[in-house]
Structures are given as C-alpha cells and as structure tokens.
C-alpha cells in the first residue's frame, strides 16, 4: 500500500537548520506530487510548500519563503525539507503529505516529525 | 489568498446525533476544490472528502460533503465514538498556499 515514513523525532538549538525526511513506498514517487505541512501544539494545519518528485520544482508559502528548501532523491524515492534559522515557534510536528496531481486533495500522509527548538 | 473559517470551533453532540461543521472561504475556491479531513489526537490526519463531496476510500457513508463557491458543509449524519475529533478544511484549487481552515473540534457532550 502507499505509504509514506519519516524520521525521527529532531532536538535543535535556536538559529540552528533541520533536515527532516519523507521516504514513499508503494507508488511511483515520481509520479505525485509531495507537500510539508507543520502542525504547533493545540493549532491549525499550516501548508509550507510542495516539490514534484518528477523535475523537482517547488512552491514555497510566502511564510516561509526565505527559510524552508524541498528537495528531493528520486534514487532513495525521498523528499526533504530543511528549515533555517530555527526560533522557538517552529516547534512544531512535521508532517509530509501526497497528493496525485498539485491541485489535489492530500490522500497520503506520513506519521510526523517532532521538531522541538530550544535555546 | 483563500482564508478559510470554520464554525462553530468547537461542537459537543452525543453519540448518533447529526454534525453539521462549516467552512466558508474568503473567495469563491475553484471547481469545488475543497477536502475535509479528521485528525485524532496524536495522529496525521486522515482525508474523508474531496471535490467538496466526494467521499476519500474507505470512507463511511455517514460522512457527506456539500457546498460551492464560497459555503461548504461537512455532515456527519449519526455520530459514533469515532468520530469525536478535530475537522480541517483545505482548499487545494488555486494559486498556492493550499490554505486549510482553523479547525473545529467536535466533542463528546
């Protein structure tokens, strides 16, 4: 079954990066589109952007245009998202997200990534 | 940019009663490009409608959505002790950010 899985859970340090990672199964990666959404404790769903696996262009929310990169390695058929300049309210649960085409509904979703920043 | 509002935020029933949740965007989302989603404490969220009121696989057919334009209902005809949860809309249709609602939560009364 389509399935997406990611790392484990990140401890980082104020002004520090974070590269968290989304492996898919099941499917041909190259053929869905791949999105980030973060998720702060007791708040909203927030979308940060999208890749498509086949050519690798993204689409970043303005938010966090400057600080967030997708990429993605069609070899391990895994998508990346790292985040800069960590400050204290991107503590956050992490979540990569699929969906078939970019204007989709987002049928696939991986467990989560805590990512806890602290000073 | 599409803001999404959900009402009521938080919505208590018992079990079999009828839920009725809200999303109305700021501007017309195009060609009913609206889901829903349910997300349980400590899960990712799961997507149970899209096309406005297309029901997601597996889905049972207590969960129906309807609505156009701006307006759109997620309806839960008669509520088990699984649906007790948190409901999202998202709206996936035009210029990014795919924006989602803040979320109404529906609890047990």
């Known amino acids: 079954q389509m399935q997406l899985v990611q790392s484990g859970a990140e401890v980082k340090k104020t002004g520090s990066s974070v590269k968290v990672s989304c492996k898919a199964s099941g499917y041909t990666f190259t053929y869905r589109y791949l999105h980030w959404v973060r998720q702060a404790p007791g708040q909203a769903l927030e979308w940060m952007g999208w890749?498509?696996?086949?050519?690798?262009?993204?689409n970043y929310a303005q938010k966090f245009q400057d600080r967030v990169t997708i990429t993605r390695d069609r070899s391990m058929s895994t998508a990346y998202m790292e985040l800069s300049s960590l400050r204290s309210e991107d503590t956050a649960m992490y979540y990569c997200?699929?969906?078939?085409?970019?204007?989709?509904?987002?049928?696939?979703w991986g467990q989560g990534t805590m990512v806890t920043v602290s000073s | 940019e599409i803001v999404l509002t959900q009402s009521p935020g938080t919505l208590s029933l018992s079990p079999g009663e009828r839920a009725t949740l809200s999303c109305r965007a700021s501007q017309s989302v195009s060609s009913s490009y609206l889901a829903w989603y349910q997300q349980k404490p400590g899960q990712a969220p799961r997507l149970l409608i899209y096309g406005a009121s297309s029901r997601a696989t597996g889905i049972p057919d207590r969960f129906s959505g309807s609505g156009s334009g701006t307006d759109f209902t997620l309806t839960i005809s008669r509520l088990e002790p699984e649906d007790f949860a948190v409901y999202y809309c998202q709206q996936y249709g035009s210029s990014p950010p795919r924006a989602f609602g803040q979320g109404t939560r529906l609890e047990i009364k």
């Open positions: 997200a699929s969906s078939p085409y970019g204007d989709d509904a987002f049928d696939i």
């Open positions: 890749i498509t696996p086949f050519n690798g262009n993204t």
